[in-house]
């Protein structure tokens, strides 16, 4: 049970950045454990509505791009995007989500 709260502290350790960037992390694992759970469903069970796994993957992928774009954007030390506010960058990652999440309802048919 100790093991948890070290894991814990090293992570926190381990980045520099200050609670909201550490939010964006926690989300991108959240995505990847999901893609995890469906390649493993899929290797285990099948692959019978292969539209239904390729839309679920997809849209893991995806969104976790689009959280890495938004994390880009929003870190304070990127000075390429010093112009960019994190209120317009959060309304494009919205917007740019809701256009995958379209793309990938019609893909499922």
Same mark, same amino acid.
């Given at each position: +049970?100790?093991? %948890? *709260?070290? !894991?814990? $502290? =090293?992570? @926190?350790?381990? &980045? *520099?950045? *200050?609670?909201? #960037?550490? =939010?964006?992390?926690?989300?991108?694992?959240?995505?990847?454990?999901?893609?995890?759970? @469906? /390649?493993?469903?899929?290797? /285990?069970?099948?692959?019978?509505?292969?539209?239904?796994?390729?839309?679920? /993957?997809?849209?893991? %992928?995806?969104?976790?791009?689009?959280?890495?774009? &938004? =994390? #880009? @954007?929003?870190?304070?030390?990127?000075?390429?995007? $010093?112009?960019?506010? *994190?209120? =317009?960058?959060?309304?494009?990652? +919205? !917007?740019?989500?809701?256009? &995958?999440?379209?793309? %990938?309802?019609?893909?499922?048919?």
């Amino acid at each position: +049970i100790s093991f %948890i *709260p070290y !894991l814990f $502290k =090293r992570f @926190q350790n381990f &980045l *520099p950045f *200050p609670g909201r #960037i550490e =939010r964006f992390t926690f989300y991108l694992l959240d995505y990847n454990l999901c893609f995890d759970k @469906q /390649v493993v469903y899929m290797a /285990v069970v099948g692959s019978f509505p292969f539209n239904s796994f390729l839309s679920g /993957v997809l849209s893991c %992928i995806g969104t976790a791009v689009l959280a890495v774009c &938004l =994390r #880009i @954007q929003v870190n304070k030390d990127n000075k390429e995007f $010093k112009d960019v506010a *994190p209120e =317009r960058a959060f309304a494009d990652f +919205i !917007l740019c989500n809701l256009v &995958l999440h379209l793309v %990938i309802m019609n893909f499922l048919g």
